[in-house]
């Protein structure tokens, strides 16, 4: 090839004056196309709203929960799981969960989270929560009340039966207990 060739090639390897040719007609569809380009991506825009208002209402509606406690209470996907949770992998990836030391780095993070403490003060603070306690409170107040009681009256009775021993050795009688005398 002489000088003059190499000059009207361009790097791809065309001919220049096709390529200018070919670079007009990409610019000419390009114009035309615009208007077009404008209104798909306003159509993709409106698809894409209605699609999210679609899920929106899809998930507000509840039908996705009565699927799926459909799907769990279906016989048959019960009768799958019970077969998946009863093999032999099942055990496995259980022991393997447990032996990996990541059950315990799970507890250890869950322990040290704020939200868990969080849900524990919400629990605790709780009317259902403070009447349990309260009634178990007075429970245990009663139960402590009667071993009291028992253990006064224990107390009294060994008291009085010494009394009793040391008056018979002395030969003295006791006076009249006060419910002897009252009755």
């Known amino acids: 090839m002489d000088d003059d060739d190499t ?7 065309r ?22 380009n404008g209104a798909v991506g306003a ?17 507000e509606s509840g039908e996705i929960e009565r699927v799926m406690l459909e799907v769990i209470e279906s016989p048959a996907v019960q009768a799958a799981l019970e077969s ?8 496995r990836l259980v022991d393997t969960f447990f032996d990996s030391g990541l059950f315990d780095h799970l507890i250890d993070r869950l322990v040290k989270s704020d939200a868990l403490w969080s849900m524990i003060d919400e ?17 245990f107040a009663d ?22 021993r040391v008056i018979h050795r002395r030969g003295g009688a006791l006076p009249e207990t006060p419910d002897a005398a009252a009755s």
């Open 43 to 59: 159509a993709v825009g409106i698809g894409v709203s209605l699609e999210r208002k679609a899920v929106d209402r899809v998930l």
């Open 123 to 139: 629990i605790a603070g709780s009317p259902a929560v403070t009447a349990a306690i309260s009634q178990q409170g007075l429970g």
């Open 84 to 91: 998946v949770l009863s093999s032999e992998a099942a055990a």
């Open 7 to 13: 000059r009207t090639l361009a790097s791809d390897g």
């Open 15 to 36: 001919p220049r004056p096709l390529r200018a040719a070919a670079s007009l007609g990409g610019r000419a569809a390009s114009s035309a196309l615009r208007p077009l």
């Open 143 to 164: 139960q402590v009340g009667d071993q009291m009681r028992d253990r006064s009256r224990r107390a009294d009775d060994w008291l009085e039966r010494a009394a009793r």
